[in-house]
């Protein structure tokens, strides 16, 4: 533990720890056991940390039980899955009232500026103990400021940092359960359209033994599960938030299309403007390709531009699968609680997405291309899914979690909406986290190696117009 890390958890002091039941009151019943899909078992080693405001926790509970629930393994068959039993809830989920000895400027300070402390970040949160199996799949932190109670302009502040495994949640259903959650929260008789949990309504031929797969190799000495310590940044990883405003991403829309147009020729161009989530996507990945640039390719631009393995970047990015399945499976629809997303793998040579005067457009094209093939066939190669990211070079491989579709910054629990929410789970050396920011904007969460980020920062806020080249 480094000195900074042990000061910071020093100022963190737990004042208590309960364990919330789910209300008898309007429970969900769900069969004993929600055996894990093939897009779950992809999760096994991945908790996740998610904030936001706390409120009616057992009201929820009884709504999405499997989240009171215990991920389990079942060694005769080899099957993960989540225990649901009276026994496996019982111990109710673990709930941390903590205290952080410093004022509310200084918790507001952890999660703003030019960089992260993720490390301090992640001491604000629960730890959810998933090494090995069975193991819980929700824990809640709640810590208040031991200094003042409030900040001299009438608000008051609290952490609630929400801890929830991704084999048993995508992003769709964490955001699904937060919204209910904050609904009972203002109105305790809110009325909820029930999730669903059945996984056996994503059909795929021979989709047990696609899981068991995934699981051999993702965690291939169950119960233990390779839980790779997600709150850690390495000291060589940088973290960093910004905020594309509506301007702004209108803006590179408006640049993708330009290029488009320029480029034509025989080529095939998309010159339709593109979704937000495209533009942003596209505006990432260039940035960080151009980032890492390095002097050789500069020297030698038609070896960079050169699209064969050695020269190709890939961008991985999820595609939810729940508007594509509706009406081909049975129930799986938007109120589908579990992972519904396969990955899509972008590919472009790093010359192309260098390129000043079209990376934008090649980049955008890329990524079309890639999500238009998964929609057309949502599940089409599952089998080979882990292999293919397996396969991808590191070095050059940049995962985009999260959407810009989750509205984070609406969820309210009856006090008004966050001021701040950061996921704080860093997966990935090289990591790109979307949520939907207010008045049309974008939160982007960033994690790359040192070296890198300054040259991305210049590139981001050149190409969005926020500021000038460096």
């Not at 000061?7 to 919330?20: Q, T, Y």
């Not at 996740?48 to 389990?72: H, M």
């Not at 068959?77 to 111990?91: I, R």
Request: charge should be neutral.
């Amino acid at each position: 533990m480094s000195r900074a890390t042990s000061a910071m958890r020093s100022r963190v002091r737990v004042l208590s720890v309960a364990h919330v039941l789910p209300a008898q009151e309007g429970f969900l019943p769900v069969d004993g056991h929600v055996k894990l899909s093939f897009m779950d078992a992809l999760f096994i080693d991945r908790p996740s940390l998610v904030r936001s405001l706390k409120s009616s926790l057992a009201a929820a509970l009884a709504v999405f039980t499997p989240l009171a629930g215990k991920l389990s393994h079942r060694a005769s068959t080899g099957d993960v899955f989540v225990d649901c039993s009276p026994a496996a809830v019982s111990p109710g989920v673990r709930f941390v009232e903590a205290e952080y000895a410093g004022s509310i400027g200084d918790m507001r300070r952890l999660a703003i500026g030019d960089e992260h402390n993720t490390e301090a970040l992640a001491l604000l949160g629960p730890e959810l103990n998933a090494a090995r199996l069975p193991a819980p799949v929700l824990a809640v932190q709640v810590t208040r400021p031991a200094i003042g109670v409030g900040d001299g302009r009438g608000r008051s502040a609290v952490v609630v940092a929400v801890s929830i495994h991704h084999a048993v949640a995508d992003g769709h259903s964490v955001w699904q359960f937060m919204n209910a959650w904050s609904a009972l929260s203002r109105d305790p008789a809110a009325g909820l359209v029930p999730p669903t949990f059945e996984r056996a309504a994503i059909r795929y031929p021979e989709a047990d033994e696609v899981a068991r797969k995934f699981l051999r190799t993702i965690a291939p000495a169950l119960p233990v599960a390779r839980s790779p310590s997600l709150s850690h940044t390495p000291p060589d990883l940088r973290r960093r938030t910004f905020l594309l405003r509506a301007g702004d991403i209108e803006s590179v829309k408006r640049r993708i299309v330009a290029q488009s147009e320029a480029i034509g020729g025989g080529e095939q161009m998309d010159t339709r403007l593109p979704s937000t989530y495209v533009a942003v996507s596209s505006l990432v990945w260039t940035s960080i390709v151009r980032a890492k640039q390095t002097s050789s390719d500069m020297d030698d631009p038609a070896a960079a531009a050169a699209d064969d393995d050695a020269n190709a970047c890939y961008l991985l990015l999820p595609a939810d699968l729940r508007r594509c399945l509706v009406g081909a499976t049975a129930a799986v629809d938007e109120r589908y609680f579990g992972n519904c997303v396969a990955p899509c793998f972008a590919r472009a040579a790093a010359g192309d997405l260098r390129d000043v005067g079209a990376g934008l457009a090649r980049a955008a094209a890329a990524i079309g291309d890639a999500v238009g093939a998964r929609l057309e066939d949502p599940l089409g190669g599952a089998e080979r899914w882990l292999d293919r990211f397996l396969a991808a070079p590191r070095e050059r491989l940049t995962h985009m979690g999260s959407s810009n579709r989750f509205m984070a910054y609406e969820v309210d629990f009856g006090w008004g909406t966050p001021s701040r929410v950061e996921p704080v789970s860093l997966f990935a050396r090289e990591l790109v986290l979307l949520l939907g920011a207010k008045d049309g904007g974008v939160q982007v969460t960033v994690a790359l190696d040192h070296a890198h980020m300054e040259g991305f920062v210049a590139n981001l806020m050149w190409v969005s117009g926020q500021g000038n080249k460096v």
